[in-house]
């Protein structure tokens, strides 16, 4: 059984930076996707970034792009998310995801595994 540990989210004032870390437990296999997503109280789960352990060219929402990073160390098992230029409508909780395939990014039911999610919170 894989776990997911987030660490890193916070409260910050728009236009600042936050790093989230996912640490998986060890993986069976070499090669696995990884995600970001994140929930707004009312909203549904919605994909922010994803990441193939092969070194697939990464995906992120629209709503990111240019100010979101995900990367990985496979070494380590951990995934990352660099959050710059933070908007209030950025805040959400945050959430790992893990899984052997995944032929969306944006479809959660795709992903197996699930971290216990990381609050991130964006004052204006």
């Known amino acids: 059984q894989v776990q997911l540990v987030e660490s890193g989210g916070g409260s910050v004032q728009a236009g600042g930076s936050l790093r989230l870390s996912c640490a998986a437990s060890?993986?069976?296999?070499?090669?696995?996707?990884m995600g970001w997503f994140r929930q707004a109280p009312g909203e549904q789960r919605a994909v922010v970034a994803g990441i193939h352990t092969g070194g697939l060219s990464p995906y992120y929402a629209d709503s990111v792009k240019g100010r979101f990073t995900i990367s990985r160390d496979n070494a380590k098992n951990t995934l990352y998310l660099q959050m710059n230029s933070l908007k209030p409508e950025d805040t959400a909780m945050y959430f790992c995801?893990?899984?052997?395939?995944?032929?969306?990014?944006?479809?959660?039911?795709?992903?197996?595994?699930w971290g216990q999610g990381t609050q991130v919170t964006v004052s204006s």
């Open positions: 060890a993986w069976p296999d070499d090669h696995y996707y």
């Open positions: 995801a893990a899984a052997q395939t995944v032929t969306d990014y944006r479809a959660a039911d795709q992903w197996n595994y």
